[in-house]
């Protein structure tokens, strides 16, 4: 099986910095997009930002030159460095990924848990 485990949520003021991180773990023979999603309550998901493999990038407008999307590829871990939070950010925060799987032999869509990040004084 496949497992997606996202770390570094948390409470943070205004302004403040947090650093997300998802690895995947697991039967694994190949990883492609990655991405992190949020959700706030009563609001539909939406997506934050992607990275390709080769290492292109995407943004949401509403975090751009905030938010900085990096992975390793050596890991299997995808970040999301999250700096000048506001408000408005507050959110679980999802980590998906496409992923070929070796129990599978199937390339599929696979989610984290969510972390939870609180922006708030």
């Known amino acids: 099986q496949v497992q997606l485990v996202e770390s570094g949520g948390g409470l943070v003021q205004p302004g403040g910095s947090l650093r997300l991180s998802c690895a995947a773990s697991g039967s694994i023979f190949a990883i492609y997009d990655m991405a992190w999603y949020r959700q706030a309550p009563g609001k539909e998901r939406e997506l934050v930002a992607t990275?390709?493999?080769?290492?292109?990038?995407y943004y949401v407008d509403s975090v751009k030159g905030r938010f900085t999307i990096s992975r390793d590829n050596q890991k299997n871990t995808v970040y999301l460095q999250m700096n000048s939070l506001k408000s408005e950010d507050t959110s679980v925060y999802y980590c998906?990924?496409?992923?070929?799987?070796?129990?599978?032999?199937?390339?599929?869509?696979?989610w984290g848990q969510g972390t939870q990040v609180t922006v708030s004084s």
């Open positions: 990275i390709t493999n080769d290492g292109r990038t």
């Open positions: 998906n990924s496409e992923i070929y799987s070796r129990a599978t032999w199937r390339r599929d869509d696979y």
